[in-house]
């Protein structure tokens, strides 16, 4: 008896810890790959972690795949963005049946509302015209940090030391981060501080740095951009003398070279605001993303 006991235990470890735990290290799914990031920042060697959502890849748009499904239901903590921009996660999860922990980067975020005068339409968006993109204002990216640490802290308590530790030196760079943009931007003239990008995912950048964001499309690329309000853009860049036009890269060029040629304004660069490049490109990581972004704008604004 105490023998077929004895061989069960292993089985019985087997079973309680399953994949959540596989390897060793934490399995953790992310919706999009700039929360993956800051789950590898604070993380660390306790983890695995990957995003359904991959570099340069538009999570608006994304389609839930069986094996996504697999992903989550093995998972032992799932991040979600929350804010309307992952709501796909939703029926996933429901779907996974997963036990995960579930963290909502977002929480304590105070978010910002889409203006009325925009006139776009999204109701994809299950918060309709809240912008999602939190994340662009790196004092909001603290709080994705610290939601992140206190949610694997409290799945993987043994852990809790590294995660506070890894956060905290994270933290500090994100400081160092916010200090560098501020410069930046503060040495771009006033007068140039107005751009146009594809699709309004930089309101928080925006509204925390100084400059002004204009998009034909709303909070979200799922949505077509009305006739009107790219012509009504045409003519403020015009009329207001808006150097640059921005592309995107999770968003159609076409849409950006098109205001580029009947406005006269030039192509600035390429923006970053949904996803990270992949490896080896300008943008792999949360910091380096920032700062890509600051330099396109600097380049096109500060002449």
Same mark, same amino acid.
């Given at each position: ?39 590898? *920042? ?47 996660t939703d029926r996933l999860l429901r779907?996974?049946? +997963? ?14 509302? *889409? ?60 400081? *160092? ?13 006033? $007068?140039?501080?107005?751009? &146009? +990008? ?11 740095? $100084?400059? +002004? ?7 979200? +690329? ?36 098109? &205001? ?42 500060? *002449?």
């Open positions: 008896m105490l023998g077929r006991l004895t061989l069960c235990i292993p089985l019985l470890l087997l079973l309680v810890s399953g994949p959540a735990l596989a390897d060793g290290k934490v399995q953790v799914v992310a919706s999009f790959s700039i929360l993956a990031d800051f789950v590898r *920042e604070v993380g660390g060697e306790r983890v695995a972690v990957a995003s359904l959502v991959g570099p340069d890849a538009d999570a608006h748009s994304f389609q839930p795949s069986p094996a996504d499904a697999r992903r989550i239901r093995d998972a032992k903590v799932v991040v979600v963005n929350g804010l309307g921009f992952d709501s796909w779907a996974a049946g +997963t036990r995960a922990a579930i963290v909502v980067a977002s929480a304590g975020v105070k978010p910002l509302r *889409e203006e009325a005068s925009h006139g776009h339409g999204h109701d994809h968006h299950a918060d309709h015209d809240t912008d999602p993109h939190a994340w662009q204002d790196v004092a909001n990216a603290k709080l994705y940090v610290a939601n992140i640490r206190d949610g694997l802290a409290k799945a993987d308590p043994e852990g809790r030391a590294a995660y506070e530790a890894n956060a905290a030196r994270y933290l500090e760079r994100l400081e *160092e981060l916010d200090r560098g943009i501020r410069a930046g931007i503060g040495a771009i003239p006033p $007068g140039r501080r107005e751009v &146009i +990008t594809t699709h309004d995912a930089f309101g928080y950048f925006g509204k925390a740095y $100084g400059l +002004t964001f204009t998009a034909p499309q709303g909070v979200s +690329t799922g949505g077509e951009a009305k006739a009107a309000d790219i012509a009504r853009i045409i003519r403020q860049v015009k009329a207001r003398r808006i150097p640059a036009v921005f592309l995107e890269n999770v968003s159609d060029p076409r849409l950006a070279d098109r &205001i580029a040629a009947e406005s006269g304004a030039k192509i600035g660069g390429r923006l970053h605001s949904d996803a990270l490049s992949a490896p080896g490109g300008p943008a792999p990581t949360y910091l380096d993303m920032m700062r890509a972004n600051l330099a396109a704008l600097r380049a096109a604004l500060a *002449e």
